[in-house]
């Protein structure tokens, strides 16, 4: 028993000591010449780095990341519920959800058919419809949750370059890796990705049992959602299931396309292997900007988010001469300058020619000199143009020993 009692003092006392001379080395450490000169080399990527870290919460404050509701339960907050059961009695049971919104209680059937088909029944229970508004509002969703991945992983990825640019002891890594960061003056990010999420729930009447089924909208879920109420637009012969899809692999070909290089200040990956890559709406969606290859566009995270909702370029075209007036536009609004399409105009032509009609009897003579005959119309019947009106004649042509004249303009 003794013996047992002086090891694990032993322990203890060794345990503390480990403990005590590692915090003496990370002290010495955080104070050495060697940090502080690191930590000086690298003071304008610790900047950037935390300047894409505030990115990411603007990002995270201004995204949105809800679609649908559930109807059951919309009504639910107007009511309080108690279980007035006696003690001995009580006992705890599956109670359904009917306050959450991103909830659905419905029967087990459901439950299990949604996990078969999950984006059938999500569309189906959560209000999402397979119109352009819904399409669009399922597109900017997948655009935010993408641009938030895309930012948290880069703000990662700063973190461990600028790690192993000072390249601490291991054991500052793995006990004092947050000192680290704060000594180093790099400012953490604690956001997370908010996925939404939705639930199929089932509970039976008595609270005995209770099943769920829950689908996570993330980039994969989302891109096959997009794709899913594309095809229902599309089978309705609808012109707006017709356009390009804003999904991950459509982003991700447009910064392929751009050679990964930002179109507004020309800086690249190969330039910046670090460097937070956007794809942005050239002629912004608010302004009638559609979601096609041709308008959209690689911007580095910096160009993106100095870029105002303007469409570009507007002002000097509203400056420019016409191309067959020599006049500026004046009369065009800015916003809709850039938005004009050209409208076909016919050139003018000959007085159309009318449908026969019935004509007016009048009496029998001669055509007048001049006239030029047209043969078309109704068979057995010439017609005469005199700049005024149709003059139908009833004789054989080119002679005729009458004819009749219907009304002008016919």
């Not at 999950?118 to 949750?145: C, Q, R, T």
Request: proline fraction near 8%.
């Amino acid at each position: 028993m003794d013996t047992l009692l002086v090891i694990v003092f032993l322990v203890v006392i060794a345990t503390v000591l480990y403990r005590v001379i590692r915090h003496i080395r990370k002290v010495r450490y955080f104070a050495s010449a060697e940090f502080l000169a690191h930590k000086a080399g690298l003071a304008s990527v610790v900047a950037e780095h935390n300047e894409v870290a505030e990115y990411v919460s603007e990002i995270r404050r201004r995204g949105t990341f809800e679609l649908g509701a559930s109807a059951t339960g919309a009504q639910a907050h107007l009511a309080s519920f108690q279980n007035t059961s006696h003690h001995r009695y009580r006992r705890d049971r599956n109670v359904a959800n009917y306050h959450a919104p991103n909830v659905h209680n419905c029967s087990l059937q459901v439950v299990r058919n949604a996990s078969a088909d999950p984006l059938k029944y999500v569309i189906k229970y959560f209000g999402i419809k397979s119109d352009e508004a819904h399409l669009a509002n399922v597109e900017n969703l997948g655009k935010d949750i993408g641009r938030l991945e895309n930012a948290l992983a880069n703000v990662q990825q700063r973190e461990s370059s600028i790690a192993s640019s000072i390249n601490p002891p291991s054991f500052i890594l793995k006990h004092y890796r947050e000192e680290f960061m704060e000594h180093a003056g790099v400012e953490l990010s604690p956001i997370s990705i908010p996925y939404p999420e939705y639930v199929f729930e089932y509970v039976s009447a008595g609270g005995n049992s209770s099943q769920r089924t829950a689908v996570t909208l993330n980039t994969e879920t989302i891109d096959s959602l997009i794709e899913t109420l594309s095809q229902r637009i599309r089978l309705r012969k609808s012109a707006a299931g017709q356009r390009a899809l804003m999904t991950s692999k459509l982003r991700n070909s447009i910064k392929s396309r751009d050679n990964h290089t930002c179109q507004s200040c020309g800086v690249s990956v190969a330039e910046e292997p670090h460097l937070l890559l956007e794809v942005d709406h050239i002629v912004p969606v608010s302004k009638g900007g559609l979601s096609t290859p041709d308008n959209l566009q690689t911007l580095c995270w910096r160009c993106n988010r100095s870029k105002s909702n303007k469409l570009p370029n507007v002002s000097s075209l509203a400056d420019q001469p016409s191309a067959e007036t020599g006049s500026a536009v004046a009369d065009v609004p800015v916003d809709a300058a850039a938005t004009i399409t050209p409208v076909y105009q016919p050139k003018p032509s000959a007085p159309p020619v009318p449908p026969p009609s019935p004509a007016v009897s009048m009496p029998l003579r001669l055509p007048p000199p001049g006239w030029h005959a047209d043969p078309g119309g109704t068979p057995g019947l010439m017609r005469y143009w005199d700049g005024v009106q149709w003059t139908h004649h009833t004789a054989p042509a080119p002679y005729g020993h009458g004819f009749t004249t219907g009304p002008p303009g016919i």
